[in-house]
């Protein structure tokens, strides 16, 4: 297997395990403040890794954070996060998520720029094929590009940026340790939230087992995710995020009974060519 394909099957399975996440999120959300619940997460999720670090004999903390790329790359998370949750917040659901599935055609523009990739246009074309289909899927309306919207725009090159610093990242920084980090800025970013809305509650019991299974499966997406970063072209690993949408609609047909509609199952065939096209396509040389 290549290290392309390598790199697409991590980031299909991050994108699989992070729509668990999502679904065990909005589910909590309805119990206590997403600050709080987004904080929570991230202090636990800081503790796996950090116990993942010392068993194997790692630092939890490599020196290597207070380097000018990681404090870049911790900076893009908090603001990836931060700016994202406001926008959910404070604009339309389908607005947000449509402006969030930009982050790979930001990902592909750095990739050429900090990289040196290669990018044909076969490659930008199918790019935009993807964008295409999670746009059907969403089918944003016109009323939802309020001014707000400025939020998830921010977000998302908060995202894309984080993902270029974790190529950039260095060979020497573990996975567990890079964990460690990325949750310790969630965790930031959590409280920050927290701090504006207020209204912490103690957790039922029931959210605490939520919390639980999200903090599994975000640790198992997040180490999944910076190996697909690490192994693969930034170009042709990163599309494949689209394919949250595909797990999102098995997600809610499994368990909340919906039933896609016509629009939604174009987008989603749409989304899996344009990201067989971009793995297989020929590079321009």
């Given at each position: 297997?290549?290290?392309?394909?390598?790199?697409?099957?991590?980031?299909t399975?991050?994108?699989?395990?992070?729509?668990?996440?999502?679904?065990?999120?909005?589910?909590?959300?309805a119990?206590i403040p997403?600050?709080?619940?987004v904080a929570?997460f991230g202090?636990?999720?800081?503790l796996?890794f950090a116990?993942?670090?010392?068993?194997?004999?790692?630092?939890?903390i490599?020196?290597a954070?207070?380097?000018?790329?990681m404090?870049?790359?911790?900076a893009?998370?908090i603001?990836?996060?931060l700016?994202?949750?406001?926008a959910?917040a404070?604009?339309?659901?389908?607005?947000?998520?449509?402006i969030?599935q930009?982050t790979?055609?930001?990902v592909a523009?750095?990739?050429v720029?900090?990289?040196?990739e290669?990018v044909g246009?076969r490659?930008?074309?199918a790019?935009?094929?993807?964008f295409?289909?999670?746009?059907?899927i969403i089918r944003?309306?016109l009323d939802?590009?309020?001014?707000?919207?400025?939020?998830?725009?921010?977000?998302?090159l908060g995202?894309a940026?984080?993902?270029?610093?974790?190529r950039?990242?260095?060979?020497?920084?573990?996975t567990?340790?890079?964990?460690?980090?990325?949750?310790?800025?969630?965790?930031?970013?959590?409280?920050?939230l927290?701090?504006?809305?207020?209204?912490?509650?103690?957790?039922?019991?029931?959210?605490?087992?939520?919390?639980?299974?999200?903090?599994?499966?975000?640790?198992?997406?997040?180490?999944?995710?910076?190996?697909?970063?690490r192994v693969?072209?930034?170009s042709?690993?990163?599309p494949?995020?689209?394919?949250?949408?595909l797990f999102a609609?098995?997600?809610?047909?499994?368990?909340f009974?919906?039933r896609?509609d016509?629009m939604?199952?174009?987008?989603?065939?749409t989304?899996?060519a344009?990201?067989t096209?971009?793995?297989?396509?020929n590079?321009?040389r």
């Open positions: 297997m290549t290290d392309n394909a390598r790199g697409a099957v991590f980031m399975a991050a994108m699989a395990a992070f729509a668990v996440e999502d679904m065990a999120i909005k589910a909590v959300t119990d997403v600050g709080q619940a929570i202090l636990a999720g800081l796996v116990l993942v670090a010392r068993r194997e004999s790692e630092p939890v490599h020196p954070v207070i380097s000018p790329l404090l870049v790359r911790s893009c998370e603001a990836g996060r700016f994202f949750a406001l959910l404070l604009t339309p659901l389908s607005s947000a998520s449509a969030l930009a790979p055609l930001v523009l750095g990739g720029l900090f990289f040196g290669i246009w490659r930008w074309l790019i935009g094929v993807g295409v289909g999670v746009l059907v944003p309306g939802g590009f309020q001014p707000a919207s400025i939020f998830a725009v921010l977000g998302t995202f940026g984080r993902d270029l610093a974790t950039g990242s260095p060979v020497t920084m573990s567990a340790q890079l964990g460690v980090l990325g949750f310790a800025m969630l965790t930031v970013a959590g409280t920050v927290l701090a504006i809305s207020g209204g912490a509650t103690w957790p039922s019991v029931t959210t605490w087992a939520l919390l639980a299974t999200a903090t599994v499966v975000g640790v198992l997406a997040y180490g999944a995710l910076t190996k697909g970063m693969g072209e930034v042709v690993v990163s494949f995020r689209y394919s949250r949408l609609i098995v997600l809610g047909v499994l368990i009974q919906e896609p016509l939604t199952l174009v987008g989603s065939i989304i899996i344009s990201g096209v971009l793995l297989h396509g590079r321009a």
